[in-house]
């Protein structure tokens, strides 16, 4: 379980600091290793740092289907899941699908955690 939290927490950490691809490796294996109820929630992380790596590569077309993919995993854990303020994630993803609808650069945000 300490290494579980150590992969959440570091993919996190990566993903705040603008290394999306490596983010999403490090979600992933925390997707990976995680218990059923764990899952969706993870992916919505994994699909995050997807949808930031595809707009910063300027895919916004794959950058939007990550967000939306995203955007559903995440809706049965508002407004807070394991120390992630996920409502306010939520409320990033809407900000950033306007943008790449728009075909331009959404705002850098990081993920809020709860200390």
Not at 48 to 65: F, I, P, Q, S
Not at 98 to 115: E, F, L, M, N, Y
Request: charged content about 25%; hydrophobic content about 45%.
């Amino acid at each position: 379980m300490a290494e579980q939290k150590a992969l959440i927490q570091r993919g996190i950490e990566l993903f705040n600091l603008g290394l999306y691809y490596e983010s999403h490796e490090e979600l992933e294996l925390a997707w990976n290793r995680a218990p059923r109820a764990e899952r969706f929630f993870l992916q919505s992380l994994v699909h995050c740092a997807a949808a930031r790596h595809h707009a910063v590569r300027g895919n916004y077309e794959g950058a939007v289907l990550q967000a939306q993919r995203a955007l559903r995993k995440l809706a049965g854990y508002l407004p807070e899941h394991d120390s992630v303020d996920t409502r306010r994630l939520s409320s990033l993803l809407w900000v950033w699908l306007d943008s790449w609808r728009r075909g331009v650069p959404a705002p850098r945000a990081t993920i809020g955690v709860r200390q």
